[in-house]
């Protein structure tokens, strides 16, 4: 298995940016395909981004295309999510996930989280 730790949450004002990191350990980092999600106050999980096992297709939910970027360095076992123009509604708990690459794409392994707050 994977063990993954999220950090570069923290709180910034609408209209600036944070760069979170997912730093995996375990087995072979480029066996996964990675993403990110994010769970706010009072909601429900929600996906974020994802990006292939070779970082050669990335997805964005709607809410965060154009401003949030995707990327992962395999010689570093570490996937990040630069995040841009930041909104108050941006604010959650951001969990970066890992998919085996099965056939149905499934997120078996969840790192803690770590916080983003965006003040208006």
């Known amino acids: 298995q994977v063990q993954l730790v999220e950090s570069g949450g923290g709180s910034v004002q609408a209209g600036g940016s944070l760069r979170l990191s997912c730093a995996a350990s375990?087995?072979?980092?480029?066996?996964?395909?990675m993403g990110w999600f994010r769970q706010g106050p009072g909601k429900e999980r929600e996906f974020v981004a994802r990006i292939s096992w070779n970082g050669a297709m990335t997805n964005y939910a709607d809410s965060v295309k154009g401003r949030f970027t995707i990327s992962r360095d395999n010689a570093k076992n570490t996937v990040y999510l630069q995040m841009n123009s930041l909104k108050p509604e941006d604010t959650a708990v951001y969990y970066c996930?890992?998919?085996?690459?099965?056939?149905?794409?499934?997120?078996?392994?969840w790192g803690q989280g770590t916080q983003v707050t965006v003040s208006s």
């Open positions: 996930a890992a998919d085996p690459r099965n056939v149905v794409v499934k997120y078996d392994y």
């Open positions: 375990g087995r072979t980092f480029n066996n996964y395909n």
